[in-house]
């Protein structure tokens, strides 16, 4: 999917044009440090935002690879087939998180990426990220950070898989909502899922009547209280220390 239209990158958007240097969700997205100057060049760097509806896919496996896309707003998904033909889901993304580093290596989307809101993305061309990289050393080893916590993640996803019991990989799923959320000033108590019990089961190797027997469980034992997709952790310290006696800790 192209993600100019037609006429290219030099066509004037107008509104649609997101400044980075007035943008909230700046510190999560970019470095800290730059000199008003420097933002002001970023500001370059995002061609436009794009806005994608709930269950649209933004790009879909096999896609050619042009650009990252920062979270604007919204919530989204990545997923994978898998040989037997079922959906996998590898990721939830939020506001102020990069989409689309898959594609770096082969220059083709190795995943589909679908919104599960009403969601909004900043467009970064990668060919002008990495032109403004070496202008901008500090940029460079940003997105070099951000590329490292994404395989610290997937490492964490594959201890998930490997060595927790349910009850613990759904209370590292909850405990790393939370820092995420609160990281962009959210209640680190209470928020909505925005991924479905099924959707939830895929990403942690589970299935959806364990999830759901699990939250029950969180329930009875007053970690949690549970209203359809609203949750409250009741008990946040008893969810961590379910960890810590396990020897093990919800990754960023």
Do not use: W
Not at 89 to 96: H, I, N
């Amino acid at each position: 999917m192209n993600d100019f239209p037609q006429g290219g990158p030099s066509l004037n958007l107008g509104r649609l044009k997101t400044a980075c240097s007035n943008c909230n969700l700046r510190e999560l997205c970019l470095p800290v440090g730059l000199s008003r100057e420097e933002m002001e060049t970023l500001d370059e760097l995002v061609y436009a935002r794009r806005k994608v509806r709930r269950n649209d896919n933004l790009f879909h496996a096999g896609d050619v690879f042009r650009s990252l896309y920062a979270v604007r707003t919204g919530f989204f998904k990545t997923r994978v087939a898998t040989p037997d033909g079922r959906d996998q889901v590898t990721g939830f993304q939020m506001a102020g998180e990069i989409i689309g580093m898959d594609g770096i290596g082969g220059d083709r989307h190795t995943c589909d990426s679908v919104a599960l809101e009403d969601s909004e993305v900043c467009i970064i061309p990668y060919g002008k990220l990495d032109e403004l990289s070496h202008r901008f050393p500090v940029l460079a080893h940003h997105f070099h950070k951000v590329m490292s916590r994404e395989i610290v993640r997937e490492h964490g996803v594959m201890i998930l898989l490997g060595s927790m019991r349910a009850e613990e990989r759904l209370a590292t799923f909850l405990l790393n909502l939370s820092q995420r959320l609160t990281a962009r000033g959210y209640s680190e108590s209470e928020f909505v899922l925005r991924m479905t019990r099924e959707e939830i089961g895929s990403y942690l190797g589970l299935k959806l009547e364990t999830v759901s027997r699990v939250f029950s469980k969180f329930q009875a034992e007053n970690l949690v209280s549970v209203r359809q997709k609203h949750i409250q952790i009741s008990d946040i310290s008893g969810l961590r220390s379910m960890l810590s006696a396990s020897g093990t800790a919800a990754c960023d």
